[in-house]
């Protein structure tokens, strides 16, 4: 049994007029603990198959389980990373990074200090009082991070969470999150059309072209490559 299973998924969008088919005919797995890259240009459904296995939206077709489960909005083990941060501009960093933790009722001196911590792994640290916009890009992204894992999700989706970096900036944050990422054996699947981005982070790529969106080929990346 993988850890994601997808089945022959498909999916349609209606609108009174017109009805596009997003994806046909999906199917793959994937194992816990790896990184996987949805690379392909815009419109060939990589954001609709990240809200089918997200529980936010249902596939018209085929079955798909997460840890054995189908996957629902109320999924809390499913952490995001998204182009914008979406930190709450008028907390702080540390009131922010602890909200998911309060939300589920799990905020405790221990996943607290386990928070708190991995902000300094990730070169955070001293920044627990400012606000975000005291921030660069790159140091809110990194506290995105830090707010996505504080919760321990069993899933990552990163949805071009680099997109609105810098070059230097981007290439340096890419390295950081698969490094902790693998460290930290989590699960992960990033969006990206940027096929460098792909290579240098996952361990098998997922080329999808479409219309309607299809996955055309899978890589496997051999780790001299990243
Ligand atoms: P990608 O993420 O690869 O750019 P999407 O999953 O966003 O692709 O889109 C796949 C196809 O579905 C495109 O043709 C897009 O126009 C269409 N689509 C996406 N979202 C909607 C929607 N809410 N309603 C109607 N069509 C949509
Ligand atoms: P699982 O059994 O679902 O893989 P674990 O509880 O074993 O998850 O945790 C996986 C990793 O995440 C461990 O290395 C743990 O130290 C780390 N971890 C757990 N909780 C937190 C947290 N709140 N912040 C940062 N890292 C955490």
Same mark, same amino acid.
Request: glycine fraction near 6%.
């Given at each position: *049994? $993988?850890? &994601? +299973?997808? !089945? /022959?998924? #498909?999916h349609h969008y209606f609108t009174p007029s017109t009805a596009t088919v997003a994806l046909e005919d999906v199917s793959f797995? &994937? %194992?816990? #603990? !790896?990184?996987? $890259?949805? =690379? #392909?240009p815009s419109g060939c459904g990589k954001?609709? *198959? =990240? $809200?089918i296995l997200a529980g936010l939206i249902n596939p018209t077709t085929g079955k798909i389980r997460i840890d054995q489960q189908i996957p629902d909005q109320d999924a809390n083990f499913i952490g995001y990373m998204l182009q914008q941060d979406y930190l709450f501009p008028w907390k702080t &960093? !540390? +009131? @922010? &990074?602890l909200l998911g933790l309060k939300i589920n009722g799990r905020l405790s001196s221990k996943t607290k200090q386990s928070a708190l911590s991995f902000l300094n792994q990730i070169g955070l640290k001293g920044v @627990? %009082? /400012?606000?975000?916009q005291q921030l660069s890009g790159g140091m809110r992204q990194r506290a995105a991070l830090a707010r996505t894992m504080?919760? @321990?999700?069993?899933l990552l989706l990163?949805? !071009?969470p680099f997109s609105a970096l810098d070059y230097q900036t981007k290439l340096k944050l890419e390295d950081l999150v698969a490094e902790i990422l693998k460290a930290y054996g989590k699960t992960a699947i990033l969006v990206t059309h940027d096929i460098g981005e792909a290579i240098s982070m996952s361990d098998r790529v997922f080329l999808f072209s479409g219309s309607p969106g299809k996955i055309h080929r899978i890589f496997n990346i051999p780790k001299e490559l990243r």
């Open positions: *049994m $993988s850890f &994601i +299973e997808v !089945e /022959q998924v #498909g797995t &994937i %194992q816990k #603990g !790896e990184f996987i $890259s949805f =690379l #392909g954001t609709t *198959m =990240l $809200s &960093i !540390e +009131e @922010n &990074i @627990n %009082q /400012q606000k975000p504080a919760v @321990n999700p069993k990163l949805d !071009e």
